[in-house]
Nanobody, 124 residues
Framework: HVQLVESGGGSVQPGGSASLSCEAS????????MAWFRQAPGLEREGVAG???????RYADAVKGRFTISLDNTGKIVTLQMNDLKPEDTGIYYC???????????????????WGQGTQVTVS
């Protein structure tokens, strides 16, 4: 079982920046994929960005050009750098992971085996 521990988040003014990190307790020697999702009150959890150990990266349209996802060289720490934050970016941000590669259906929550506890990001 892979444990995901998130850090970062908090309150930020519109136009500001914040960074989230998530460390996995283990990953396989072959493909491993990590992603960030977010959930605002009353809304479904949505994919924000994903990355795999083969270098594939995907972003949701709403964050393209503002957010950057990266995976460190161990393949176990994923970082989400968020710039030009907007009030609509507010929500609980969850780290997710799965063995294997980043799929075309990467925003499907059912594709991920492991989840972090979530961290709040508030933009106001």
């Amino acid at each position: 079982h892979v444990q995901l521990v998130e850090s970062g988040g908090g309150s930020v003014q519109p136009g500001g920046s914040a960074s989230l990190s998530c460390e996995a307790s283990w990953r396989p020697d072959y493909g491993f994929c990590m992603a960030w999702f977010r959930q605002a009150p009353g809304l479904e959890r949505e994919g924000v960005a994903g990355v795999d150990t083969d270098g594939r990266i995907r972003y949701a349209d709403a964050v393209k050009g503002r957010f950057t996802i990266s995976l460190d060289n161990t393949g176990k720490i994923v970082t989400l750098q968020m710039n030009d934050l907007k009030p609509e970016d507010t929500g609980i941000y969850y780290c997710a992971a799965r063995t294997g590669w980043l799929l075309a259906d990467w925003k499907n929550t059912n594709e991920y085996e492991f989840w972090g506890q979530g961290t709040q990001v508030t933009v106001s």
